[in-house]
């Protein structure tokens, strides 16, 4: 295996990747029951001036050095939800570490393994990042990887000191040492490092910490590379450089599915820089619905020194396009007037929850039938796409940001024949996700170029090549028809929805509070590609049903808050089919609405033309709710304010959490206001930020205090929860202010901003 410490200065996977081709040098302690295993690397024997500087390599995210500093890494890359930070912090507060002796990593080992079906997964820690899951899978595994190291180290202390065992069990830690109690003694953990690797921890000795003993955990931090990213050090993959590889732009295709008619590749093999012309497949795939699914578009590749020449050399190529007839007539208007004519025809759709008989109750009583219609959203990450693949005879580098180092493996593999096991990822910070960098046609193109030119090449996408050739969010059209009893409580609900691709949130709210429910589902497919944004389908199921809830609030002559609350009664767990947990609690829920409200003050007269919106939502663990103020005034929309409360289990980072808070709500706005697709036969209309505008600071409340409700349950995501509530508190507070209900998503389009 090739090492680049110098060039990426990158340290410890430099280390880590020499020993690993050394079985000999490694054991491993399993965990037992945990499913995971900690490494612990034993120290060869060394020269007197290596020892000097030698550190101790406790697990795979530690390293203790002599003079009691610590390097850390990461056991989740970091696209924004602070998991660079977080992931350490567990670590650090069982270890019992001190915070500001500890050196962070720039990149993220990625340590992959295979099950017995070939499937390359993690070894450690769960790598992934997407539905909000980071911190959840790895809360427990990073604990228990803390508190073994611990023990070892207690361990070697009671033996330097000669304790008995009953002796050992009152040495205590604290801020990087063992202290004995009795004695006043103390041994820093660079002192014990290298014996206490030697140490073996069953998962019975274990002592996990009680929440009362966290010291770093509980605490506001602020995020470890937050200065580079400020002062513009290369910290995300675009920044990267490799040793050798080629530059490389493709033309894409500007139509979804075009082939490639002609190009002029003599002329781009002049621009000066200029190596080679490459043409690559459109390679094909599968939704997991099974539909044909276009994984990498037709493109020609120019590959130079430089980046500017490769750009110079693909506007030179003139390549002539025609559309494949399998790809004629996509076109998003006429996809949502498809939707529409469904959800309000008679045509049977696929039942997919039902409880008690919505449709008989609403066949007799006077009931709400309204229609409510969101676009495709695009992922628009401020980093445009890049990977950098070195393909060998044998093993093969990748430097990439992608969401799951896995799935990357897994590509090189699958495309080269190269055992997964033999592919170094080297996971790099990544300038926003959303979903789309679980996708992997900017890895296959950089993995099939440096195959077929068998150098390493980087690629790199520009900001129209991103949008045009984005998954979109699935566009989705949602007839709602619901009453109310003559106590003004929500009584029936039939939720008939369209949509292009993706499922559907009915396990969600109002589902299980009203007695008579339906959910039904078509699903129209469509040639528009269309993959995961942020919190797949919970925007668009929110703002249907709290819009919906609070017409139906006005209905009853309640108020909108006090109509929630008292949908939510009794307080109960009912069991959860969705992702993110195995329950969906209303106490939790109503909880969040309460916290919401009470820093808006939501009882208190707002001035003429403000009106307060409030919507709330459970997405992959965790419960959040909003409170919007706005001013509408000659159909212009000013927000003025807006304040969130969120429940998340223990929280281990309050400042993340605010940050999360703010930046999921403000892209959920975003995507209310602003973040509409056009495709007209099969070309995206919109594909920079001069035609597809992204809010702004003059759109943005002037302020989002948040409540970080406590309480003891185990910590979950905070990545996509706060973006569900976005586009209905926005719409239910220009609805209070000016009467104008919003039932068609963007709002740009029906009013200024």
């Given at each position: 295996m090739r090492c680049y410490r110098h060039h990426f200065q990158y340290r410890c996977r430099c280390v880590r990747m020499e020993n690993f081709n050394l079985n000999r040098r490694w054991f491993i302690k399993s965990l037992a029951g945990s499913g995971m295993a900690l490494a612990v690397v034993p120290h060869l024997p060394l020269l007197a001036a290596e020892a000097e500087k030698a550190g101790s390599d406790w697990c795979v995210y530690v390293t203790i050095n002599k003079d009691n500093s610590v390097l850390m890494s990461s056991?989740?890359?970091?696209?924004?939800?602070?998991?660079?930070?977080?992931g350490p912090m567990i670590l650090a507060d069982e270890m019992d570490l001190d915070w500001d002796l500890i050196e962070f990593t720039k990149d993220c080992p990625a340590w992959l393994n295979k099950n017995d079906e070939g499937a390359v997964g993690y070894q450690y820690s769960d790598m992934g990042t997407g539905g909000s899951h980071a911190v959840r899978r790895n809360w427990q595994y990073m604990r228990e990887a803390g508190a073994t190291v611990r023990q070892m180290l207690v361990k070697e202390a009671a033996s330097q000191w000669r304790l008995s065992a009953a002796q050992m069990a009152k040495l205590q830690t604290k801020a990087s040492y063992v202290i004995n109690p009795e004695t006043g003694a103390r041994l820093s953990y660079g002192a014990l490092a290298d014996k206490a690797a030697l140490h073996t921890v069953d998962k019975s000795e274990l002592q996990l910490k009680d929440k009362s003993?966290?010291?770093?955990?509980?605490?506001?931090?602020?995020?470890?590379?937050?200065?580079?990213?400020?002062?513009?050090?290369?910290?995300?993959?675009?920044?990267?450089?490799?040793?050798?590889?080629?530059?490389?732009?493709?033309a894409r295709a500007p139509q979804i599915g075009a082939d490639i008619k002609a190009y002029d590749k003599q002329v781009a093999l002049k621009v000066p820089g200029v190596k080679a012309v490459v043409e690559i497949p459109r390679m094909m795939g599968k939704y997991w619905n099974d539909d044909d699914k276009q994984e990498v578009a037709n493109g020609v590749a120019v590959l130079a020194d430089n980046l500017w020449a490769a750009m110079k050399a693909r506007d030179a190529l003139n390549v002539q396009w025609h559309v494949n007839e399998h790809y004629q007539g996509q076109d998003s208007e006429l996809q949502s007037q498809q939707f529409n004519e469904l959800v309000n025809s008679d045509k049977a759709a696929t039942e997919r929850k039902k409880s008690g008989d919505a449709r008989a109750w609403l066949a007799n009583n006077p009931h709400l039938d309204q229609v409510y219609e969101t676009p495709l959203f695009a992922h628009a990450c401020m980093e445009p796409f890049n990977c950098i693949a070195d393909i060998r005879e044998n093993d093969a580098t990748i430097v990439v940001g992608h969401q799951f180092p896995n799935i990357v493996a897994e590509e090189v593999e699958q495309n080269t024949g190269i055992d997964a096991l033999k592919v170094e990822v080297i996971s790099k910070r990544m300038g926003g996700g959303f979903g789309r960098r679980f996708e992997r046609d900017f890895v296959r193109e950089a993995i099939y170029l440096s195959k077929t030119l068998k150098r390493p090449v980087k690629v790199t996408w520009t900001r129209e090549d991103e949008i045009t050739h984005d998954y979109f969010a699935p566009a989705y059209v949602m007839r709602i028809m619901a009453g109310n009893n003559k106590e003004g409580k929500t009584t029936a609900w039939l939720h008939r929805q369209a949509q292009t691709r993706?499922?559907?949130?009915?396990?969600?709210?109002?589902?299980?509070?009203?007695?008579?429910?339906q959910s039904e589902h078509f699903t129209e497919l469509s040639k528009i590609p269309t993959g995961p944004w942020r919190g797949p389908a919970h925007l668009q199921w929110t703002f249907a049903c709290e819009s919906m809830t609070d017409e139906l609030a006005l209905d009853a002559g309640i108020d909108p808050l006090q109509y929630r609350l008292e949908m939510l009664k009794p307080h109960k767990e009912y069991a959860y089919e969705g992702w993110g947990g195995d329950v969906i609690d209303s106490g939790r829920m109503a909880r969040c609405y309460e916290e919401a409200a009470r820093l808006a003050q939501w009882h208190t007269p707002r001035p003429k033309g403000h009106g307060l919106g409030v919507a709330g939502h459970f997405t992959f663990g965790s419960y959040a709710a909003f409170v919007v103020e706005v001013k509408v005034e000659d159909n212009h929309l000013n927000i003025v304010n807006a304040w969130g409360a969120i429940d998340c289990g223990f929280a281990i980072n309050p400042n993340h959490i605010r940050n999360q808070m703010e930046g999921g709500f403000i892209d959920g706005l975003n995507a209310t206001l602003f973040n509409k697709v056009n495709v007209v036969n099969g070309t995206v209309q919109n594909n920079n930020f001069d035609t597809l505008p992204f809010m702004r600071m003059l759109h943005a409340p002037r302020d989002i205090p948040v409540s970080i409700i406590s309480n003891d349950y185990p910590p979950t995501g905070v990545g996509e929860p706060p973006t569900a509530p976005a586009a209905?508190?926005?719409c239910n507070a220009i609805f209070a202010a000016s009467g104008k209900r919003i039932r068609k998503l963007p709002i740009a389009e029906q009013m200024s901003v």
């Open positions: 056991p989740v890359m970091d696209m924004g939800q602070h998991m660079k930070t977080t003993q966290y010291h770093i955990m509980g605490k506001d931090t602020r995020t470890i590379d937050l200065k580079d990213i400020v002062t513009g050090q290369p910290t995300f993959g675009i920044d990267m450089d490799y040793p050798g590889a080629l530059q490389a732009v493709i993706g499922g559907a949130r009915d396990d969600c709210f109002p589902n299980h509070l009203i007695p008579n429910f209905a508190a926005l």
